[in-house]
């Protein structure tokens, strides 16, 4: 059974840092692409980066660029995202999805469409 759990959300205070975990059960880490989303209310799903499980190669939206790093450890079965410089706007609920038809890191990976497995999610809230 395809599981993912994410963990690390929590109120943070502007310019801070998070590490996101999403742990992953029940399928090779290999064979899936894993991204991580967030949604706003009121908002749809955003994708922010998606990592490779055949080659380690990720991809970012512009949006995120120079403030997440994605990472997998296929040791621990995680992907985590790394968030530094935190903005109230960040302030979302924050997702991992995993993905077998996606293989290739290029804009694609981001379309939420395409991940039929999902954590629960985990908040993040921004504030001073």
């Known amino acids: 059974q395809v599981q993912l759990a994410e963990s690390g959300g929590g109120l943070v205070q502007p310019g801070g840092s998070l590490r996101l975990s999403c742990a992953v059960s029940?399928?090779?880490?290999?064979?899936?692409?894993i991204a991580w989303f967030r949604r706003t209310p009121g908002n749809e799903r955003e994708g922010l980066s998606c990592?490779?499980?055949?080659?380690?190669?990720?991809y970012y939206a512009d949006s995120v660029k120079g403030r997440f790093t994605i990472s997998r450890d296929n040791a621990r079965r995680t992907v985590d995202l790394q968030i530094r410089g935190l903005k109230p706007d960040d302030t979302a609920v924050y997702y991992c999805g995993a993905s077998r038809r996606i293989t290739t890191a290029q804009a694609q990976c981001l379309r939420k469409s395409e991940y039929g497995y999902w954590g629960q999610g985990t908040q993040v809230t921004v504030s001073s």
């Open positions: 990592i490779m499980g055949n080659d380690d190669k990720s």
């Open positions: 029940g399928f090779g880490l290999d064979d899936y692409a």
